[in-house]
């Protein structure tokens, strides 16, 4: 009854180990939980108002534009030639979406027959390769390990091209692993999409949080714009991951063919989650920079915590707020009731020993890595790390 397509659907990695550790918690065990993206402070109170004012107008309950409000889109695209130095960008380049997984699974409907080919940077995020075959789309990997600090280089990606390569996908600063891409990395990737003709498809939702220096969008490269979809949104920066907006900003072509699928599937946007996110995006950021310090914050404090647990490898991430460490040196030890086969098998042990949820990495194109996001109070990060040690040290 159920078609192959789904029956074949991978389940979103991430998603099952943080209702694993729901279910645990509900059952009254005290779990720490690392397995989700989401900042754990509070949207910010002038954005709430933003949609406490929008209601309160009566003017926001009819259905929005199918790619946002014009208004809206006009200061998307002001902050992108501000902040990002996308030049081109105008309203007419946005589309907005509820989310940006929305936004880039409108690009891949938008851009792919199937056996097109998708070179995505690996580790990834778990949605990007079935996002790929979704439309009929083919996913190829370039793989960089954590003594490149996850850092795919140009040459990589040029080995990887085929006659039926269409598009690069990657994320900078970047979930799992937190690398950032510099300026001059970007040139280098850029060189070969512009050589083979093919488009980047660049996800940015991370760009605030980056901790060595200025974010730089390939889209603001000489001769990108044309060939770059960029992608963006509210729920990491603005800790706004419920309110679910995320857009693109992309050559007119591919804008009017992702308006077309989202007018089929969804429409627009949550009409008063877009006044929020406008009052996000045009005050006072303020309360973005104080979490990107926290979040600095906690990234030295678990680096150090993490390189006193013998058998961890890990390198210091410069964005987002996640690690990504090594943990093979653990395959195949024991405790005596538990033999540790592969990360997923210790990702079950830890959240069954240590009550700490964590991710596996083989979701994230990995299998010799973990995920743990930071995203979580020091309180909680001490304590999970202490219980992780202790749990660890009784693998023989």
Known sequence: MISDLVLNMEESATL?????????????????????????????????????????????????????????????????????????????????????????????FALLNPGDEVIIFSPYWVSYSTLVYLPGGKPVFANAG??????????????????????????????????????????????????????????????????????????????????????NGFAKGFAMTGWRVGYICAPINIVKACVKIQGQITSANCSIAQRAALTAITTDLTPTFDMVEAYRNRRDLVFDLLNKIPGIKSNMPSGAFYFFPDVSAFFGKSDGKNTIKDANDLCLYLLAEAHVSLVEGGAFGAPDCLRLSYAASEDDLIEALKRMKEALAKLK
């Not at 933003?50 to 208004?71: L, R």
């Not at 690398?179 to 488009?199: D, G, P």
Request: glycine share 6%.
């Open 146 to 231: 954590i003594d490149q600090d996850f850092k795919v280089t140009a040459e990589q990606v040029e080995k990887a091209v085929t006659s039926r390569t269409k598009a690069i996908l990657f994320s900078s600063p970047c979930n799992p692993t937190g690398a950032v891409f510099n300026r001059k990395e970007l040139e280098s990737i850029a060189e070969v999409a512009k050589k083979h003709n093919l488009i980047v498809i660049s996800d940015e939702i991370y760009e605030h949080i980056n901790y060595e220096g200025a974010h730089t969008s390939i889209a603001s490269l000489p001769d990108m714009f044309e060939r770059t979809v960029t992608v």
């Open 16 to 108: 099952a180990m943080a209702a694993k550790a729901r279910e645990l918690r509900e059952s009254g065990v005290n779990i720490i939980g690392l397995s989700l993206g989401e900042p754990d402070f509070k949207t910010p109170a002038h954005i709430c108002e933003g949609a406490k004012e929008a209601i309160d107008s009566g003017n926001y309950f009819a259905y929005p534009p199918v790619p946002g409000y014009k208004d809206f889109r006009e200061a998307i695209a002001t902050k992108l030639k501000e902040e990002n130095g996308i030049k081109e960008a105008t309203a007419e380049h946005i589309v907005v979406s509820n989310g940006a997984k929305q936004s880039i699974a409108n690009v891949m």
